[in-house]
């Protein structure tokens, strides 16, 4: 049985040989990996990118191909980089049992400024370079691989990553206006990103904005419905218009058991409060 095979008979609900697996990793642990089973250094992308060696090496079943703003996590070796959305971020250390780690935090964002919105100009979703090295990965590993196009970061969080989550949750609150305005940028970058990847050939789409904690969600049900479902649900439908089999992965990071059952279930049709979103 293919990995292919393995993952389409999981989501057909029905019982594979073994289960499905998948990971991804941080570039440091990703070189820690790679020292130990002898294998050359090479640049990693957490969500993947063009090098896929540690499938084939580890047994994974999927293969995750990613454009978007979270591609900026770990965009460079720099202590302190400005990635192309405008976004400056540092390299903040840690210790471990293994000595210094880092993860990246923010130290600039473009659009906490208000006089910045109008003239901010995102990056273009449309650049072949962009989507080029896919080409050799369907050709390479699509007939035997899962192929996961990646687009998280999607609408809300890659929004505050832009504005600032304070700032954010307050336009939601008293700027409808200017919190639409932002929130469309990513929305609209990734969604031409998802279609130019389904257009190509991905088995999947891999969507989600960390809306969910261990306790419960960060913003209520209703400011979900309000700014968020609508867009997903035009999400989901613009993709699935190109390959109705089209399966789409939701991340959430944590507890949205309130808006779980419109999100499963219905036509696909949702724009409304209390209408299914069926992704």
Same mark, same amino acid.
């Given at each position: 049985?293919?990995?292919? &095979? ?14 499905? %697996? ?28 063009? *090098?896929?060696?540690?499938?084939? =090496?580890? +047994?994974?079943? *999927? ?5 978007? %703003? ?15 959305? !405008?976004?400056? $971020? ?22 906490? @400024? ?6 901010? %100009? ?6 072949? &370079? ?11 590993? +699509? ?16 929004? $505050?990553?832009?504005? !600032? ?7 939601? *609150?008293?700027? &409808?206006? =200017? ?60 993709? =699935? ?5 089209? =399966? ?7 507890? %949205?058991?309130?808006?779980? @059952? ?18």
């Amino acid at each position: 049985m293919t990995s292919k &095979e393995r993952v389409k008979m999981a989501f057909a609900h029905q019982e594979p040989d073994r289960v499905p %697996i998948t990971a991804s990793f941080v570039p440091e642990f990703a070189r820690r990996l790679r020292d130990h089973f002898g294998m050359s250094q090479n640049p990693v992308n957490p969500h993947g990118g063009e *090098v896929h060696d540690f499938e084939e =090496k580890l +047994g994974l079943d *999927v293969i995750q191909y990613s454009v978007g %703003i979270a591609n900026s996590y770990y965009a460079s070796e720099e202590q302190e980089y400005t990635c192309e959305w !405008g976004i400056t $971020w540092r390299q903040a250390e840690y210790q471990t049992r293994f000595g210094v780690g880092k993860y990246t935090e923010f130290a600039r964002r473009p659009l906490t @400024d208000d006089d910045n919105l109008a003239s901010y %100009i995102p990056p273009d979703p449309n650049r072949e &370079e962009l989507y080029r090295p896919l080409q050799g990965i369907l050709e390479q590993y +699509g007939k035997e691989y899962y192929l996961l196009g990646v687009t998280v970061c999607t609408i809300f969080e890659g929004a $505050w990553y832009l504005r !600032g989550l304070d700032r954010l949750l307050m336009d939601m *609150v008293m700027d &409808e206006e =200017k919190a639409n305005f932002v929130l469309d940028i990513p929305f609209r970058y990734h969604l031409q990103a998802a279609k130019k990847l389904v257009s190509m050939g991905v088995d999947g789409i891999w969507i989600g904005d960390d809306v969910g904690t261990q306790k419960g969600m960060m913003i209520s049900p209703e400011m979900w419905r309000k700014y968020l479902k609508p867009r997903l649900a035009q999400f989901c439908q613009e993709i =699935k218009a190109l390959n109705p089999q089209l =399966k789409i992965a939701y991340h959430s990071d944590g507890n %949205i058991y309130p808006i779980i @059952d419109e999100m499963v279930s219905g036509d696909g049709k949702a724009v409304r409060s209390n209408d299914p979103l069926s992704c």
